[in-house]
């Protein structure tokens, strides 16, 4: 590549047209808003070809391209083929379905591009706002601390590294888990989230240090059993130091009985880390909120902001009671980052000191702005909405004779499958018949093993769905289930 240096002043990444560009941002600000109000007239998904695929392969770009071409290839080749989860009749695995408003604030944290580790401006007061908004949708005290994170995953993580460092007997932070004299255990219920196997492995106990205890038949965590195995391990000379309670099983939506097992945690000197990730937000529903009393009792909470409080991708928070555990496990300032009392290093306490990362987006923005659009009010009718939908496909269902209800709905999370006294293996047929789900693009079912049932499943985290949704899912589930099950018969 040629060039002098005489003429490298005049280079920056701006536009040189500031008209023009304009005029390509507001159609891009057109179609996205259209895209937004329009999407129910999509399918949820569609599968994508090969040659779709290498639509966006090429050669490393090295010289600069035209916008309004780099747009038109995302509109034509990536913008039809989303993952889905803006769509009403989106419900699998556990996601958000976004929304116009929380856009515009992507939008706004982007233009200020705003480095929230950590200094002295108005996206860290903002953010640190949204954490006490938090802490009061929670329960939690005032007094506790918070940080915002990629997801409820990193939220784990953090929660977990606490809770070691707090209750291992030695200063992990210097000496790793060289020195610990006994070996550490964590408790959690065989339904846990695979988000908590990771935290265990990555902070240095692996994943053997994780008991998993059984569940009843209710999906929740057995008390009796949880006792036992903190007895026993302290009998064998191991350290129990946390339980993870699940408020919302990613399998089933069960919730662990949280009151009893804080009182246990109390009795053993445990930490009690709750995994609330789309549960905790029943803590906003006026109607069932009682379904998570005892959040507040936790030493930290994770959970999502991305999915069933719909704000866009990716930010979840943890709360811990006590802030000073959670400063002492995180803070670490060198010379180049040390706090000022004037000028822009002042602000006291930052984000980093609370958590992973040092340079870190202006999430906070899309969350200060979605609750201050809806107010509780508006999340309390979504979640309440979303468990009375829940309720309503398990009723449609338990009446129809070929689908079976194959988990009690204890919050939003629907598991069941299709059944028919002809089928010899049921198992092979509902993974048959959750993708033919997905692939109709009327809608997007997934499926979780509950033993060695195969069941599909829906986690309902969407404002968007109508009561008529479920509706139109309860008759593509039974319509592509008696196509299956006859194209089955004929080739017998
Ligand atoms: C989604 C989920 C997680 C992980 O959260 P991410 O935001 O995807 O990192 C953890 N626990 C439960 C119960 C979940 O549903």
């Known amino acids: ?93 556990v996601n958000g379905a976004g929304s116009p408003f929380g856009m515009l604030a992507e939008l706004a944290a982007a233009a200020m591009n705003s480095n929230n580790g950590g200094r002295d401006h108005m996206p860290k007061y903002v953010e640190e706002e949204v954490i006490n908004w938090a802490k009061q949708l929670m329960g939690f005290p005032q007094t506790s601390s918070g940080i915002l994170t990629s997801g409820c995953s990193e939220a784990n993580l953090i929660g977990l590294t606490i809770a070691r460092n707090v209750k291992a007997g030695v200063d992990v932070r210097e000496v790793g888990l060289q020195q610990v004299p006994q070996q550490l255990r964590i408790y959690t219920s065989t339904a846990m989230h695979s988000s908590i196997q990771k935290a265990c492995e990555v902070i240095g106990l692996g994943n053997a240090a994780l008991q998993r205890i059984p569940i009843t038949d209710t999906y929740q965590i057995n008390l009796t059993a949880l006792t036992a195995a903190i007895n026993n391990d302290r009998e064998n000379g191991l350290l129990p130091i946390a339980v993870v309670a699940n408020v919302g099983t990613v399998n089933t939506g069960a919730i662990d009985p949280l009151e009893k097992i804080a009182k246990l945690c109390q009795q053993e000197n445990l930490w009690l880390h709750v995994d609330g990730a789309f549960g905790a937000m029943t803590a906003i529903s006026s109607r069932y909120s009682r379904l998570v009393k005892g959040l507040e009792l936790a030493d930290s909470l994770a959970f999502d902001f991305h999915k069933w409080m719909s704000i866009p991708f990716a930010v979840g928070c943890l709360l ?44 906070a923005l899309k969350i200060w702005f979605m609750l201050k659009e809806n107010g509780v009010e508006n999340y309390d009718r979504v979640v309440t909405k979303n468990i009375l939908q829940a309720q309503y496909f398990a009723k449609l269902i338990e009446q129809d004779e070929f689908i079976e209800l194959l988990a009690p709905v204890a919050l939003n999370v629907v598991c069941f499958r299709f059944t028919h006294p002809q089928l010899q293996d049921l198992n092979a047929f509902n993974q048959e018949l959750v993708i033919r789900i997905q692939e109709s693009g009327i809608a997007v079912p997934s499926s979780v093993m509950l033993g060695d049932i195969f069941s599909l499943r829906i986690a309902i985290t969407n404002h968007r769905s109508t009561f008529a949704d479920f509706d139109i899912f309860y008759n593509i589930i039974l319509k592509l289930g008696i196509d299956l099950l006859q194209q089955i018969n004929k080739t017998l």
Request: proline content about 9%; glycine content about 6%; hydrophobic content about 30%.
């Open 1 to 93: 590549m040629q060039y002098s240096d005489s003429n490298l002043d005049a280079t920056n990444l701006d536009p040189d047209d500031w008209a023009s560009f304009s005029t390509l941002a507001h159609t891009m600000l057109d179609d996205m808003l259209e895209y937004l109000q329009t999407v129910r007239d999509r399918p949820v998904w569609s599968p994508l070809t090969d040659k779709m695929k290498k639509t966006v392969r090429e050669p490393l770009p090295q010289h600069p391209q035209n916008r309004e071409e780099i747009y038109q290839m995302f509109k034509n080749n990536v913008l039809p083929y989303p993952p889905g989860n803006i769509h009403p009749r989106f419900w699998g695995w």
């Open 320 to 363: 811990v009671k006590n802030e000073q555990d959670h400063f002492n496990s995180f803070n670490l300032r060198p010379s180049y980052l040390s706090e000022a009392t004037r000028g822009l290093a002042a602000g006291g306490r930052w984000p980093t000191d609370y958590g992973i990362q040092l340079s870190k987006g202006f999430s």
